[in-house]
């Protein structure tokens, strides 16, 4: 591809991907505040970024296999782990956003986990066999991953157990 082609469609990429977010979370806040037709709205409008984010994403051919889907997914995590939310976590630090210092500090945490199910992941698609996992459980909180029961308090904020939502 050409590359201002490219760098524009990276670029709205981004930025339907970013509106797909913002809008899913301004729905949440519309039901809160009893704005159940407007929370509606915005989860259409949502989800129709999310397919000009897929068609966006598919012409820069990032869509390819499971397993290089999977070791795109590995190259992102170990670069969050390593490199960005540390310096991340640091520059909140060092500035005193104490919002921001628990932010990073809650997606680092969750990244090393992300990072070790989906390398155990590759292994097993890359044998030809799909993945075993049991249930599911994230915190609504913080974004703590795990697997089984959810428990009682969460290790990373100290949620309580009816804030994990179950995949
Ligand atoms: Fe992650
Ligand atoms: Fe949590």
Request: hydrophobic share 35%.
């Amino acid at each position: 591809m050409r590359v201002m082609t490219e760098k524009a469609l990276n670029d709205a990429f981004a930025g339907e991907s970013m509106a797909h977010m913002r809008y899913q979370h301004f729905a949440d806040k519309a039901d809160e505040e009893g704005l159940n037709e407007m929370a509606r709205m915005f989860r259409a409008i949502s989800y129709a970024e999310l397919v000009h984010a897929g068609n966006h994403l598919e012409v820069l051919d990032g869509i390819r296999s499971t397993s290089d889907n999977i070791q795109t997914c590995i190259d992102g995590e170990t670069f969050e782990i390593d490199e960005m939310y540390p310096v991340y976590h640091a520059t909140a630090k060092q500035q005193d956003e104490s919002g921001a210092v628990r932010s990073t500090h809650y997606a680092l945490e969750a990244e090393k986990i992300h990072a070790d199910w989906y390398k155990k992941a590759k292994e097993a698609v890359d044998r030809g066999e799909d993945v075993e996992v049991g249930d599911i459980q994230i915190c609504s909180v913080c974004g703590h991953t795990r697997e089984g029961e959810a428990p009682d308090k969460c290790p990373i904020c100290g949620a309580s157990k009816d804030k994990f939502r179950q995949f």
